[in-house]
């Protein structure tokens, strides 16, 4: 099964309030681009994934991501992160009604695209899947089969409102890089600890965290 990603961007000036720790407000921008710059290179790069739409209305990351070859789609709502994962599933299916489509958050920077086909291949196999965070309470990636809304819940505690909507949750070993997600300094470290792409890498040189 080939898959659309539809990964959420919010504007890049009020992008990882929470990484303030590590990142002073002339960085974080910049951070939060590069992050979203290595998700969507490996989205691309993994053999189950058939192209990529990024819901944002930041004309910088539209840009740079569109560059790596993702469709942009504006975020037309304007109603927060599950608004605009489900605009953004809805123009991938009105010219593509069929498609197998999956939410990925846009901070996964040490994403592995073989991890990420062994998810989606999992995912296949129920009407709806998601994947939980590192941190056990919230969620990296949700997604539905043809025929099968999206439903997004995430927010806080959004691991159990997934499972309270009734979609699969995938108890898979050995898929770290697409759990990780970064919202704080210490995400960040242990995202590096993993391997993160070269335009984070490239980014967090210039933090000084100490041990990297």
């Given at each position: 099964?080939?898959?659309?990603?539809?990964?959420?961007?919010?504007?890049?000036?009020?992008?990882?309030?929470?990484?303030?720790?590590?990142?002073?407000?002339?960085?974080?921008?910049?951070?939060?681009?590069?992050?979203?710059?290595?998700?969507?290179?490996?989205?691309?790069?993994?053999?189950?994934?058939?192209?990529?739409?990024?819901?944002?209305?930041?004309?910088?990351?539209?840009?740079?991501?569109?560059?790596?070859?993702?469709?942009?789609?504006?975020?037309?709502?304007?109603?927060?992160?599950?608004?605009?994962?489900?605009?953004?599933?809805?123009?991938?299916?009105?010219?593509?009604?069929?498609?197998?489509?999956?939410?990925?958050?846009?901070?996964?920077?040490?994403?592995?695209?073989?991890?990420?086909?062994?998810?989606?291949?999992?995912?296949?196999?129920?009407?709806?899947?998601?994947?939980?965070?590192?941190?056990?309470?919230?969620?990296?990636?949700?997604?539905?089969?043809?025929?099968?809304?999206?439903?997004?819940?995430?927010?806080?505690?959004?691991r159990a409102r997934h499972t309270a909507s009734g979609a699969v949750e995938l108890p898979l070993a050995g898929v770290e890089s697409v759990r990780q997600d970064v919202d704080t300094g210490a995400d960040l470290r242990t995202a590096l600890a993993?391997?993160?792409?070269?335009?984070?890498?490239?980014?967090?040189?210039?933090?000084?965290?100490?041990?990297?």
């Open positions: 099964m080939q898959w659309t990603l539809v990964i959420p961007l919010k504007p890049l000036a009020r992008a990882k309030s929470r990484l303030a720790d590590t990142a002073t407000d002339g960085v974080r921008p910049g951070l939060a681009l590069a992050f979203a710059q290595d998700t969507v290179a490996a989205a691309l790069a993994c053999q189950a994934v058939k192209d990529v739409a990024v819901v944002t209305d930041d004309t910088l990351a539209g840009r740079e991501l569109s560059a790596l070859g993702a469709r942009i789609v504006p975020d037309t709502p304007g109603g927060g992160l599950n608004a605009a994962l489900r605009h953004g599933a809805a123009v991938v299916r009105a010219s593509r009604p069929e498609s197998a489509v999956a939410a990925l958050n846009a901070d996964l920077p040490a994403l592995r695209p073989l991890e990420l086909s062994r998810v989606l291949d999992a995912a296949a196999e129920f009407p709806r899947a998601f994947l939980a965070d590192a941190a056990a309470i919230g969620t990296t990636l949700l997604a539905a089969t043809p025929g099968n809304e999206l439903a997004p819940a995430f927010g806080p505690d959004s993993l391997g993160v792409g070269p335009r984070t890498a490239a980014v967090a040189a210039r933090l000084l965290i100490p041990g990297q």
